[in-house]
């Protein structure tokens, strides 16, 4: 009763304004309806403490809001799909066209960072799946050029500095690895309690549901209790070790994680990996990058957020770089410099290397 009583009191004008300030401050079109908008309101209004929906339209007005705290509002209305290896063609695409590429680039034109953006990475799953990727791409390139170095277990030498890993090949030159390519991830989501959830990299057991046996072997390791610090959780997992059961029986049998584990990224993964909470609407520069992967974002865009934000992506990126996109999602604006490519089926998005003269690099 007293919630109905409440939910009365959110007039429809208050409504509409939260909407459109949602829309002006983060690009984001809500689509529930208005019952389920005032719910949420009346719920967020006794989280906070507030005393109506007046209090916090003014507080949403305000200039002065902190852009990872103002989002919080948001927290639970926005219904986004995540997980692990959710768009396999992009990562096929990246893994066997687009990072070779981009080595054979770096290893002649002179050593310098592989970047990659996870743009909206909601909690974590798809930054940490672009990483696998590169490091399967890498690791792929180091066997082909004869890698004698000292191993990690996955075929390649890595060392943690502040978030990038050095991924050493034996020999430099086209389709090789420069001798210390550099390799940096960023993911960033507008929610804040989503990228607290990447930071700790740790997820259920059934989140890796499909995964091959091998994948989740390679990539994770088992913990008991997902409440407990990253820190401690990575030292719990190396004492106990892969634990890994045997599914099914005999000439059927797999290997997965056991009933009710959840698992951690591995160090050599995470160390790829750095997560900031950042509104797409009004980013702030993090510099440049040779692929972004802005992947089922721009559907809960307005028309005019979307091409503003696909402006800015193209800005982000280096010349000859790569804009991934989901396949139901296409480019709506004609005035940028990109070209589309298509491997294996999916397409993707390159900016010329001639868009350095035309944009002023």
Same mark, same amino acid.
């Given at each position: 009763?007293?919630?109905?009583?409440? =939910? /009365?009191?959110?007039?429809?004008?208050?409504?509409?304004?939260?909407?459109?300030?949602?829309?002006?401050? =983060?690009?984001?079109?809500?689509?529930?309806?208005?019952?389920?908008?005032?719910?949420?309101?009346?719920?967020?209004?006794?989280?906070?403490?507030?005393?109506? *929906?007046?209090?916090?339209?003014?507080?949403?007005?305000?200039?002065?809001?902190?852009?990872?705290?103002?989002?919080?509002?948001?927290?639970?209305?926005?219904?986004?799909?995540?997980?692990?290896?959710?768009?396999?063609?992009?990562?096929?695409?990246?893994?066997?066209?687009?990072?070779?590429?981009?080595?054979?680039?770096?290893?002649?034109?002179?050593?310098?960072?592989?970047?990659?953006?996870?743009?909206?990475?909601?909690?974590?799953?798809?930054?940490?799946?672009?990483?696998?990727?590169?490091?399967?791409?890498?690791?792929?390139?180091?066997?082909?050029?004869?890698?004698?170095?000292?191993?990690?277990?996955?075929?390649?030498?890595?060392?943690?500095?502040?978030?990038?890993?050095?991924? &050493?090949?034996?020999?430099?030159?086209?389709?090789?690895?420069?001798?210390?390519?550099?390799?940096?991830?960023?993911?960033?989501?507008?929610?804040?309690?989503?990228?607290?959830? *990447?930071?700790?990299?740790?997820?259920?057991?059934?989140?890796?549901?499909?995964?091959?046996?091998?994948?989740?072997?390679?990539?994770? /390791?088992?913990?008991?209790?997902?409440?407990?610090?990253?820190?401690?959780?990575?030292?719990?997992?190396?004492?106990?070790?892969?634990?890994?059961?045997?599914?099914?029986?005999?000439?059927?049998?797999?290997?997965?994680?056991?009933?009710? *584990?959840?698992?951690?990224?591995?160090?050599?993964?995470? /160390?790829?990996?750095?997560?900031?909470?950042?509104?797409?609407?009004?980013?702030?520069?993090?510099?440049?990058?040779?692929?972004?992967?802005?992947?089922?974002?721009?559907?809960?865009?307005?028309?005019?957020?979307?091409? &503003?934000?696909?402006?800015?992506?193209?800005?982000?990126?280096?010349?000859?770089?790569?804009?991934?996109?989901?396949?139901?999602?296409?480019?709506?604006?004609?005035?940028?410099?990109?070209?589309?490519?298509?491997?294996?089926?999916?397409?993707?998005?390159?900016?010329?290397?001639?868009?350095? &003269? &035309?944009?002023?690099?």
């Amino acid at each position: 009763m007293h919630r109905l009583i409440a =939910t /009365s009191t959110i007039l429809e004008h208050e409504l509409s304004e939260l909407r459109l300030l949602v829309e002006r401050q =983060t690009g984001i079109v809500l689509d529930c309806p208005n019952s389920a908008l005032a719910a949420h309101i009346v719920d967020y209004i006794e989280a906070q403490g507030l005393g109506s *929906a007046a209090t916090v339209l003014e507080r949403l007005r305000s200039p002065d809001q902190d852009r990872c705290g103002w989002p919080s509002v948001l927290d639970g209305l926005i219904s986004v799909n995540t997980g692990f290896f959710r768009h396999p063609g992009a990562l096929n695409a990246l893994a066997r066209h687009v990072v070779p590429q981009l080595c054979a680039r770096k290893s002649v034109d002179g050593p310098s960072p592989l970047r990659i953006w996870s743009a909206g990475c909601s909690t974590g799953e798809e930054t940490y799946t672009i990483a696998m990727a590169v490091c399967d791409a890498l690791s792929q390139s180091s066997a082909h050029s004869g890698n004698n170095g000292n191993s990690n277990g996955n075929g390649k030498s890595a060392t943690r500095n502040g978030g990038i890993v050095d991924c &050493a090949a034996s020999t430099p030159g086209p389709g090789n690895l420069s001798s210390a390519l550099s390799v940096h991830i960023v993911g960033s989501d507008l929610l804040p309690n989503n990228i607290e959830a *990447a930071d700790r990299g740790i997820y259920r057991q059934s989140s890796l549901d499909g995964l091959p046996p091998a994948t989740i072997k390679n990539y994770f /390791s088992k913990i008991s209790s997902p409440s407990v610090s990253t820190n401690d959780a990575q030292n719990e997992a190396e004492e106990r070790g892969p634990k890994l059961i045997r599914n099914g029986s005999s000439g059927g049998s797999q290997w997965g994680p056991a009933n009710g *584990a959840h698992l951690l990224v591995k160090p050599r993964i995470r /160390s790829l990996v750095t997560f900031n909470c950042m509104n797409l609407a009004r980013p702030g520069y993090i510099g440049r990058f040779d692929c972004i992967f802005c992947m089922d974002v721009l559907p809960h865009f307005s028309r005019a957020q979307r091409i &503003a934000l696909i402006e800015r992506l193209h800005l982000y990126l280096e010349p000859g770089g790569y804009l991934f996109l989901s396949q139901t999602e296409k480019l709506i604006t004609s005035n940028l410099n990109f070209r589309s490519e298509t491997f294996d089926g999916y397409t993707f998005h390159r900016k010329p290397l001639a868009a350095s &003269a &035309a944009y002023g690099r």
